[in-house]
């Protein structure tokens, strides 16, 4: 699984990500297909945290085993005007690449500034809504483009554990401002905050794991 943690500090966006990619794997008959053996979990290195110079930063979470390669090719490929651009461009990758029938998630992170200093948040994705607000009944699967920018702290990575970890770190700030009191201290607390946050969830879930990558964008 993923663990993404974006928070908007006043003097910078911090983009945080892990790097591991879990693959379940079932041995196959390769003229049958009938399962052979039993299932196993394997776990690799990925990227999900991609800088684009001059524009900001891209983190993905979901399923990474069908597009997560070709991401950064894309975003290597592509030349954005500006964030929002960039936004609408992963928008477009997302319908072009994604297999609707698949039903599995996958998003995006989008952090920067406009050219008025403004800085900038998305989330774009290919899934369901998720929160208390939601209705289970009428929840399709969508493409979305969210701007929360008016967000301090940002978060995807559907995973029990995860969402354990985190409905602590929103306990926390209902009781006692814990990511506002964060974003208003000096950056470099705010970075300690979103690295201590992942290594801390890679010790609750081996899912979660292998390197953590920042990114600090600033205007």
Known sequence: MT??????????????ADSRLTTTLTPADPVTLEKMGDTRIEYQKTNKLFEVTGV??????????RVGLKV??????TR?????D????????????IDQSSNEDIGFHIGGY???GKQVLFHVFYGRDVGPGVDPKNNPYKFEKYDHSDFLALYNGVHEIADIFI???LSLEREVGMVKWITQHPLEKAINFAD?????????DQTIGDDIKIAVISS
């Open 167 to 169: 409905d602590f770190l």
């Open 114 to 116: 406009r050219s008025d």
């Open 86 to 97: 960039l936004a609408e461009k992963l928008l477009t990758y997302l319908k072009e690449q």
């Open 56 to 65: 900001g930063c891209v983190t993905m979470w979901g399923d990474l085993t």
């Open 196 to 204: 201590f946050i992942l290594r801390y969830a890679t010790k609750l």
């Open 80 to 84: 954005p005007a500006d964030v929002d």
């Open 3 to 16: 663990l993404l943690l974006s928070l908007i500090h006043p003097q910078a966006i911090i983009m945080a």
């Open 72 to 77: 950064g090719q894309f975003l290597q490929s």
